[in-house]
């Protein structure tokens, strides 16, 4: 009990949200000039406000410069704390919102490219349907980028994202949706799209759009053409960039790989699947949550309009 009156008398009536708030962006500005015009203050009162975080402290949180300013290791320790209570207060003041009228609010979501494109769009398309007041913040990476660094670092509250690579970890919740599949698919007038039990290495030598091999999405591609019995073909163009993807592949010259999912749910121009001989490789897709974060009711209302979207899915594939 000493302790915590201690705490209350020596720190806690010390330390104010403002303060807090004013060094986050001191850290983010590299400047306290800076900081001071992008918060409308005169640099002494943002000056002020850092040195009496320090004294509250006992600690120094930023080292001086003609440079500039830099986080201390305390300063650093003290902001990675602080960012997840200015998170937390934002999320209670939009769940507040939320419960005051539950056709409102917003939700911060990451994705793949491909999902946006098919299942999260889809998905997507439901909510807003259903609720048009509901403002949805979408950020398209990597699956691994989803979850070491947008979720952990709060920037979203979400993810849906292909699993393989990622693991349940103390901190991170994982459900998994439906087994999505690669598919090669071309532009629907293709001269490969009239052509039965197609095996997949006789397409090694054509024009291929495909995204990166050094990454989570490429290594799947590179999975399924081994399961074939044959080594990913040298893509002609490279890249994450679905309209490009779509675009080059309409013109009839390219083909691709993509998830069925998205396939079978994008709004795109006629693409067709070519038939192919060669074995199924999953593609497990779910939704990533952070475990000690409870979900806001308008991230568990997207979660259950994914889990229906993945009944239609199973039924259109």
């Not at 998170?87 to 939700?107: H, I, M, N, W």
Request: aromatic share 4%.
């Amino acid at each position: 009990m000493r302790k915590e009156v201690d705490w209350i008398s020596r720190i806690g009536r010390r330390l104010r949200l403002r303060d807090m708030h004013i060094l986050l962006t001191v850290a983010k500005a590299g400047s306290i000039g800076k900081a001071a015009v992008a918060l409308g203050v005169s640099q002494p009162v943002a000056s002020k406000a850092v040195s009496d975080l320090e004294r509250a402290l006992g600690v120094r949180l930023l080292d001086r410069s003609p440079r500039g300013v830099e986080l201390t290791r305390h300063g650093e320790a003290l902001l990675e704390s602080a960012i997840t209570v200015f998170d937390e207060l934002r999320q209670a003041v939009k769940t507040l919102e939320f419960l005051s009228d539950p056709t409102a609010g917003e939700l911060r979501l990451g994705c793949t490219e491909p999902l946006a494109a098919g299942f999260v769009g889809a998905v997507i398309e439901q909510v807003t349907h259903d609720f048009p007041r509901v403002a949805l913040r979408v950020v398209t990476a990597d699956p691994l980028s989803l979850a070491e660094r947008e979720l952990r670092q709060r920037h979203i509250e979400l993810a849906v994202a292909p699993l393989k690579g990622l693991q349940e970890t103390p901190d991170l919740d994982i459900e998994l949706l439906f087994d999505d599949r690669q598919v090669v698919v071309a532009a629907a007038d293709s001269r490969w799209t009239r052509r039965r039990d197609i095996a997949l290495p006789t397409l090694l030598q054509q024009p291929w759009v495909l995204p990166p091999p050094d990454t989570i999405i490429g290594a799947q591609v590179a999975e399924a053409f081994r399961a074939a019995g044959a080594e990913a073909p040298h893509s002609q163009i490279e890249s994450f960039s679905v309209p490009l993807c779509l675009r080059l592949v309409a013109t009839g010259r390219f083909i691709t790989m993509l998830p069925l999912s998205m396939v079978m749910l994008a709004r795109h121009p006629p693409l067709k699947l070519l038939r192919l001989k060669a074995p199924m490789v999953a593609r497990p897709t779910g939704v990533v949550v952070l475990r000690d974060k409870t979900p806001s009711a308008l991230a568990g209302m997207f979660i259950s309009y994914a889990r229906k979207m993945t009944k239609r899915l199973i039924n259109v594939s």
